[in-house]
């Protein structure tokens, strides 16, 4: 690896100015240079654990170290090792329901998507009893338990996606009692896979929806089988042999065949009364061939030193995992490199560092993190969050940036996760020195919340704050929310996680950059002051930092 990373620091060297102007003002031509680089085939679509994560590695080290930063990892080091336990499921030997009707072979790929956790060379499921789950949430902090105590050890577990409340009609007792529209980690399918596994199940299932979840199919199924874990400390494994989704078409049949008909359970598990629901007759047997092995991923981490509270923290952070080599697409390109995810992001990243090592020393220190293996479930942060190179208790916050539009200015600025945390304030004061107003996420039933980086940091009480551009509609200078509408439409139809989502040449990054300027002025801010950002009262994370730290 030593080789490839001088290499690829060779690579960073090569791709910036030798010597670095001290101007502040982010750098339209640099972000573009950074996602261009980055997106090359050399790098191979930077899936962990590859030669492209060696490339990316290597060439991020080179370009802090180009910027003036500190290693800001374990033992003056520039990165923090992460394991993961790497999985791929082949062809199935077998898999199949019995049903009351006969048996009912699974498609894989088309009917049911699946993948596994665990490291053993079959992923076997023998005749296993299904379980209708509802939305699967314990909360007793809501006087909710879907699972009334029922038993499912070497069972099944059937979910619905998102929360009980998503589809609650006006005056349904639930409406709003899991937030409405606006998901809730409860709604989360990396929850339910958890829960399932506390329980004991072998393995779980989620009923495929789009709105549910917040993408179509092809999304579910793009890892191909792939998986990746955090490898345990204490060796132990997960419950569930299989964990993974049916198609909405098929989970129609599936439940016809046990005499039940999904939307009556639908409308049953938006109740409290609802009890888990045994699908009579319907097992699931599986043997799937699995290939795993533990690979050594890493996190970089770059740190500006602070000067009088230089034990306190303000990060920044972005991921620079994509999804590496997949099957071919209509051009041919078989790298699905993620030029906006999350490429932009790291660019981004880059350019703040630029510019604050180029300003005066901060008070605190900053931290800059590119982190690996978001795609695959958050586990770089995680990694961190579980063991931290800097002290949670003396991080002020973390400013996390995924995906931006690239569609050019807007009027205002999205937010994610409203009522969380006082930086949603400061969110809206330096926006408003850009002549911009705050518009509340138009899709909160997405979780997106829940699906970055900064969430690893956020259920250890961190306030943090996440910049996203499709968290909603911008309100464009040219098209205005329309246009804004469309450019997401465009992005997540075609591009998101697939091949197509590479650098463009008509990208017009003036609105990415007027974010970019939103999140640099905020931390930097922090960075410059005694402040502590503060959970809100009706924030699930309020109470787990204690008030002035």
Request: aromatic share 8%; charged share 20%.
């Amino acid at each position: 690896m030593r080789n490839t990373l001088k290499l690829a620091a060779a690579l960073a060297a090569l791709t910036l100015p030798a010597a670095l102007a001290a101007e502040t003002p982010i750098d339209p031509a640099r972000l573009n240079e950074t996602v261009q680089t980055m997106t090359r085939d050399w790098f191979q679509g930077r899936a962990p654990g590859t030669v492209g994560e060696e490339r990316t590695v290597g060439y991020l080290i080179g370009r802090f170290e180009a910027l003036g930063l500190e290693p800001g990892g374990p033992d003056g080091s520039w990165v923090q090792q992460v394991p993961l336990l790497h999985t791929r499921l082949g062809a199935p030997q077998q898999l199949e329901l019995a049903t009351p009707q006969g048996a009912m072979p699974l498609r894989l790929g088309t009917d049911v998507y699946l993948s596994t956790l665990r490291n053993e060379d079959v992923a076997r499921v023998a005749n296993a009893p299904l379980v209708f789950v509802g939305h699967g949430v314990a909360a007793p902090e809501r006087g909710w338990d879907d699972f009334k105590g029922v038993d499912l050890k070497g069972k099944v577990a059937v979910f619905l996606i998102n929360d009980p409340d998503f589809a609650a009609a006006k005056g349904e007792a639930v409406a709003g009692k899991f937030g409405g529209r606006a998901m809730t980690y409860y709604g989360r399918w990396t929850y339910k896979f958890e829960e399932a596994a506390r329980r004991g199940a072998v393995a779980a299932l989620i009923v495929h929806d789009a709105d549910g979840v917040g993408y179509g199919w092809n999304v579910i199924t793009s890892p191909g089988g792939e998986n990746y874990g955090l490898v345990a400390k204490d060796g132990k494994q997960t419950s569930l042999a299989l964990q993974g989704w049916l198609s909405l078409e098929q989970s129609g049949r599936l439940f016809g065949t046990a005499g039940l008909e999904l939307a009556r359970l639908r409308k049953a598990a938006r109740t409290a009364k609802f009890r888990p629901v045994e699908m009579k007759g319907v097992t699931l047997s599986a043997a799937i061939p699995a290939t795993h092995d533990v690979i050594a991923s890493h996190n970089v981490l770059a740190r500006l030193p602070g000067t009088t509270r230089a034990d306190e923290t303000v990060m920044f952070g972005a991921h620079w995992d994509a999804y590496g080599e997949g099957k071919p697409d209509a051009q041919g390109r078989i790298y699905r490199a993620g030029a906006n995810d999350d490429a932009l992001g790291v660019a981004a990243l880059l350019e703040i560092a630029r510019g604050m090592k180029a300003g005066p020393a901060p008070q605190r220190s900053v931290v800059f993190a590119a982190w690996t293996a978001e795609e695959r479930g958050l586990l770089g942060s995680e990694a961190y969050a579980l063991s931290p190179v800097w002290p949670l208790d003396k991080t002020v916050a973390n400013l996390t940036i995924d995906v931006m539009q690239t569609a050019g200015r807007a009027k205002d600025v999205v937010l994610i996760g409203k009522g969380q945390s006082s930086l949603e304030d400061d969110l809206a004061a330096t926006a408003a020195k850009q002549g911009r107003t705050v518009t509340v996420e138009s899709l909160p039933e997405r979780g997106l919340f829940y699906r970055a980086d900064h969430f690893s940091f956020a259920k250890r009480g961190v306030p943090v704050l996440l910049m996203m551009g499709l968290a909603g509609a911008s309100d464009l200078e040219q098209g205005g929310r329309a246009a804004g509408q469309a450019w997401i439409d465009d992005y997540t139809g075609r591009c998101y996680h697939q091949a197509c989502d590479a650098w463009d040449a008509s990208w017009n990054l003036a609105g990415a950059i007027q974010d970019i300027e939103v999140m640099r002025d905020i931390g930097t801010d922090l960075a410059n002051s005694a402040r502590w950002p503060e959970w809100k009262a009706g924030s699930e994370f309020a109470g787990l930092r204690k008030k002035g730290n």
